[in-house]
Every structure is written in structure tokens, then in C-alpha cells.
T-cell receptor
Framework: KQEVTQIPAALSVPEGENLVLNCSFT??????LQWFRQDPGKGLTSLLL?????REQTSGRLNASLDKSSGRSTLYIAASQPGDSATYLC???????????????FGQGTILTVHP | GAGVSQSPSNKVTEKGKDVELRCDPI?????LYWYRQSLGQGLEFLIY????????KSGLPSDRFSAERTGGSVSTLTIQRTQQEDSAVYLC????????????FGPGTRLTVL
């Protein structure tokens, strides 16, 4: 059974810092990995999608990397802002023959607070 | 363009009643997913539709839960004889054509069973 772990569970930083969120998964048979943010009481907003054949994806101040063989991904946020405060979720979708084919398996999330 | 929409946004019901939750996916998206988010369990997969068929129902927690999709678009998740442990936020997502595509989520329905 696929398991996804995110570290740290919570992070509080001053505005302007660069930061790294970590995600690990136990079954490397994945199609892709997706990073989301969730604001309190809201749904999930997709940030980045990395296909299993890719190493990284970038969108604005966000950069996500994927090391499929070691079962790890990192989300790098540059020059953090108070508006970045949210819960960040990592999820993988399993490939055929894997333990989580066709469905996103989520980590428990990292709660990020960026204070002015 | 319009995103995934869900209704109602909030639903309060009494234990033992049936509820129906609705999801409208992004137009043209053929894959549709239901997930549940609760405090103790995090985000968990419930069911996946490809067109009108559901190749994977493995996540449905009990036979009180069912879902259907008609016309390859709107989906309804039905919970019969609701229990207090069914209280959660039910999230719907859609993707363009298959499981490898990016999933886009709706705002969710918050279900409270008294």
C-alpha cells in the first residue's frame, strides 16, 4: 500500500525566506506527483504536476523536484510571502501494477505560516 | 473557464437520513474522482469514474455509499442511513482524460451528521 509522508508537519518563517517542503512515498511505481495548496475551509488548488519521467517543474516562485527511484519530492518556495500561508499537500498517483493505480494518495500536509 | 463545482457547499443532516452530493466537472473532462477529507483520516480516495463507468470503487467505505455519473458529466455521491463518522468534507476532482492527467478539485461539500 502506497504511503506518503510530508515533513515538516508545520513550518513558521519570516517573510522573504526561501523554504523547502519535503515529501516521500513508499512505492516508486507512480505516473506522476502533484503538489497542492489548501487554504482554510477551501478546496485544493493544484500548484505543480511532475510526470514520472520528469525531474522538476517550475511555476513562478515555486520549484518542485522529483527523485522517483528514491521516492522523494521537494517543493521549493522562493522569497516567501504572507499570502503563501496555507497547507501544502503532496500526492502521488500510482501506475498500473502499483499499489495505488488510478487514485491520488495524499500526505498529511505541511502547514506553512509566513509572518510579516 | 469554469472550474469544478459542487453542491451543496454545506449539508447538515440527522443520523439515519440519506444525503446526495453533486459534482459538476470541468467541461470536457472525462475522468472524475471523489475524495473525502476528515480530521482523523486526512484525504482519502473514494471512487473514480472514466466516462460513465467506475473502474475503481475500492475506496467506498461501506455499502451505504454509492455514486453514479450520467452523460459523462455530472456525478452524484449518495450516502444512505448516514452515521456520525460520515461527517467530513467531500471533494470532487476531474481530469482531462485519464489517470495521468492533472486533477482539479472543487470547493467541497461539508457534511455534518448530528
Amino acid at each position: 500500500k502506497q504511503e506518503v509522508t510530508q515533513i515538516p508537519a508545520a513550518l513558521s518563517v519570516p517573510e522573504g525566506e526561501n523554504l523547502v517542503l519535503n515529501c516521500s512515498f513508499t512505492d516508486s511505481a507512480i505516473y506522476n506527483l502533484q503538489w497542492f495548496r489548501q487554504d482554510p475551509g477551501k478546496g485544493l488548488t493544484s500548484l505543480l504536476l511532475i510526470q514520472s519521467s520528469q525531474r522538476e517543474q517550475t511555476s513562478g516562485r515555486l520549484n518542485a523536484s522529483l527523485d522517483k527511484s528514491s521516492g522523494r519530492s521537494t517543493l521549493y518556495i522562493a522569497a516567501s510571502q504572507p499570502g503563501d500561508s496555507a497547507t501544502y499537500l503532496c500526492a502521488v498517483i500510482g501506475s498500473a501494477g502499483g499499489t495505488s493505480y488510478g487514485k491520488l494518495t495524499f500526505g498529511q500536509g505541511t502547514i506553512l505560516t509566513v509572518h510579516p | 473557464g469554469a472550474g469544478v463545482s459542487q453542491s451543496p457547499s454545506n449539508k447538515v443532516t440527522e443520523k439515519g437520513k440519506d444525503v446526495e452530493l453533486r459534482c459538476d466537472p470541468i467541461s470536457g473532462h472525462t475522468a472524475l474522482y471523489w475524495y473525502r477529507q476528515s480530521l482523523g483520516q486526512g484525504l482519502e480516495f473514494l471512487i473514480y469514474f472514466q466516462g460513465n463507468s467506475a473502474p475503481d470503487k475500492s475506496g467506498l467505505p461501506s455499502d451505504r455509499f454509492s455514486a453514479e455519473r450520467t452523460g459523462g458529466s455530472v456525478s452524484t455521491l449518495t450516502i444512505q442511513r448516514t452515521q456520525q463518522e460520515d461527517s467530513a468534507v467531500y471533494l470532487c476532482a476531474s481530469s482531462l482524460s485519464s489517470v495521468i492527467d492533472e486533477q482539479f478539485f472543487g470547493p467541497g461539500t461539508r457534511l455534518t451528521v448530528l
